[in-house]
């Protein structure tokens, strides 16, 4: 008995509804009101304010400390997230190795996923504490004689701007091994059975087959990535006095749009400036990455496979 | 050349446990020092180094409340929010991704491409506007400002949709039709109990995500008894604790021991979990 003659598909709109309104009223509404909270000149003072124009973009374009936020920002995440996928494609190739078989790579993997379930906030205190003058690293860097007196780690601009992405790197690269990994044990074995009896090199499988076949998932890290990266707020913010410092140096987005909201008057105009320019960065780069990378044709295994034969063959 | 190979390969093994033994260390060390500390009089952690707890827990504790702050309250304010975002996330998500797999209605490809992209869009840079927005309408300093968004969480819906994917039983769903179920009762009665592996994974990532968040709680939260327990944690950067740093180590770690022992629980369904929300099968 089939029952497609009974056609109950409209069913899906009841389904996706309470989604679509709740977008709308949560999700739509609030991009639409901050963009027009960014052509005045709002504050949560006179809790009223008067079309601008593009004067709270002109002065941020013309504001050094906006400048600098944007590259500190940038900055910052590549500087994690090289290093990181970095990590995650040596330790994955290293757990999913025949040849080494590694043990209890479950238990490694939990180990280093740890400080990813930990509060960002929490994080970016100990930190603080860790680096601290009297704090445990001046004590062991004295004491093994690393570094002659103690030093304040969090008053140089350098400094603390690599704290900022080693926390950001500890606290993400569990997570990107794992995700990683589990795109390499999806990848079919007789792929690597087969270009082994061809005699390929470990080094050549991994360029030929697993790069190629991981591509979608390393897209997606990136793009994922990138949009967390542009939103990083409570690390730089916690982990000194909230503005930046020492001189700017782990000023992020964010942190400035958060500053220009709370300021003495609440310039929520300036802030929904802020956070329009940075929405559209983030979005254009984030979906340029995501259509331009992504090959037009389903790039099935079969057929990555056979490019990779039938190139082996014309050698 | 069997016997080279043999050598290459242990020595390899070797270079990889070493590695990974040093990683170990960089991910545990931090964690630790938070612990052990946190029993640690503030005399002691000034005066040096220690890998080994000492006996001032209470003292630590007591000098923690003293200063008028209520990690308690933190607590349960974190744990009511994200048990409402947990339900709010996982229903709706789920509900949304049963639509789209189960129906094949007109627009539904365009819909499942839109969810992909909004997981793309960095919403919480609309903060500005949704503050705004929330303080109109009388909803700033009330939780409901940040459970109900949720009921749009376009990552859980895409996590909901691979996940529902790969069970979904047409045939099933055809028998209940015949005995004449309705549409909304084959979804709870038949469907969620099926789904609760992934309704699991997917409200551990919404509870984590909850009990973290801090930005958003951090401008639409005012009130200082509502505070959630990264705000709290946030007042322990303050002045008032300035010097009292085995205090402050102990409330990091009062916030962090929780998290450790749910996850020496459930680390099996967070660690497939997040496997499951990037790949495509």
Redesign the interface.
């Known amino acids: 008995m089939k029952l497609t003659g009974i056609n109950r598909n409209y069913y899906g709109y009841f389904f996706i509804a309470p989604f679509i309104i709740g977008f709308l009223v949560f999700g739509l509404y609030p991009v639409y009101n901050t963009l027009a909270l960014s052509f005045t000149d709002y504050t949560l003072m006179s809790r009223g304010g008067s079309f601008i124009g593009l004067r709270n973009f002109q002065v941020l374009f013309a504001d050094e400390l906006f400048v600098k936020a944007i590259k500190n920002t940038w900055l910052i995440w590549m500087l994690n997230f090289i290093p990181q996928i970095g990590a995650a494609l040596l330790l994955s190739a290293w757990f999913t190795s025949v040849r080494l078989k590694i043990k209890a790579v479950g238990v490694w993997r939990a180990i280093f996923y740890l400080p990813n379930l930990i509060i960002p906030a929490v994080v970016a205190a100990l930190f603080n504490s860790l680096f601290a003058f009297y704090g445990p690293v001046n004590q062991f860097m004295v004491r093994a004689g690393f570094l002659p007196e103690a030093m304040h780690f969090l008053q140089n601009a350098n400094i603390a701007r690599g704290i900022v992405v080693f926390i950001q790197w500890w606290m993400w690269f569990g997570q990107t091994i794992i995700i990683v990994m589990a795109g390499m044990t999806s990848i079919p074995v007789h792929l690597y059975e087969a270009a082994m009896v061809d005699g390929a090199s470990a080094s050549q499988m991994f360029r030929r087959i697993t790069l190629p076949l991981l591509k979608p998932i390393l897209i997606y890290i990136f793009v994922t990535s990138l949009v967390g990266g542009m939103q990083m707020f409570e690390i730089p913010y916690l982990l000194t006095d909230g503005r930046g410092a020492p001189s700017n140096s782990i000023m992020t987005n964010n942190i400035l749009m958060y500053m220009k909201f709370a300021s003495s008057k609440g310039h929520i105009g300036a802030a929904s400036a802020v956070g329009v320019l940075v929405f559209l960065m983030t979005t254009i780069s984030a979906l340029s990455i995501f259509f331009f990378m992504r090959d037009r044709d389903d790039s099935s295994v079969d057929k990555t496979a056979r490019k990779w034969f039938s190139k082996k063959n014309k050698s | 050349m069997l016997n080279k190979y043999k050598f290459q390969?242990n020595l390899?093994?070797t270079v990889?446990?070493i590695v990974?033994v040093l990683?170990?260390i960089?991910?545990?060390v931090?964690?630790w020092?938070?612990l052990v500390?946190a029993t640690r009089s503030t005399t002691e952690?000034?005066q040096?180094?220690s890998m080994f707890p000492s006996t001032h827990l209470v003292d630590n504790y007591n000098i923690l409340i003293s200063k008028g702050i209520n990690i308690p309250r933190g607590f349960a304010n974190s744990l009511f929010v994200a048990v409402a975002s947990t339900i709010i996330t996982v229903y709706?998500s789920m509900?949304?991704a049963?639509?789209?797999v189960?129906?094949?209605?007109k627009g539904?490809r365009f819909?499942s491409n839109f969810i992909v992209?909004?997981?793309?869009?960095?919403?919480?840079?609309?903060?500005?506007?949704?503050?705004?927005?929330m303080s109109r309408l009388g909803l700033t300093d009330n939780y409901a400002s940040l459970i109900?968004?949720l009921?749009?969480n376009a990552g859980g819906?895409f996590f909901g949709k691979q996940y529902l994917e790969s069970m979904v039983i047409q045939d099933l769903i055809?028998a209940a039709?015949?005995d004449g179920a309705s549409?909304?009762h084959i979804?709870h009665n038949i469907m969620m109990p099926l789904a609760v592996p992934g309704a699991a994974t997917l409200g551990i990532f919404a509870f984590?995500g909850s009990?973290?968040n801090?930005?958003n709680a951090?401008?639409l939260i005012t009130s200082i008894e509502k505070y959630t327990?990264?705000?709290v944690?946030?007042t322990?950067?303050g002045d008032v604790y300035r010097t009292e740093?085995g205090a402050?180590?102990l409330g990091?770690a009062i916030?962090?021991v929780p998290?450790?022992i749910l996850?020496v629980v459930f680390?099996r369904y967070?660690?497939s979990g997040?496997?499951m929300g990037?790949?495509?099968?």
């Open positions: 390969t390899m093994r990889v446990y990974l990683l170990v960089i991910t545990i931090p964690i020092l938070l500390n952690i000034q040096g180094l709706f509900l949304t049963y639509g789209i189960v129906y094949e209605f539904r819909f992209v909004l997981v793309m869009i960095p919403m919480q840079l609309t903060i500005i506007g949704f503050f705004q927005y109900l968004p009921i749009a819906v055809d039709r015949i549409e909304l979804f984590v009990w973290n801090f930005f951090f401008i327990l990264p705000m944690v946030k322990l950067r740093y402050i180590y990091l916030t962090v998290v450790i996850y680390s967070i660690i997040i496997a990037a790949i495509k099968e």
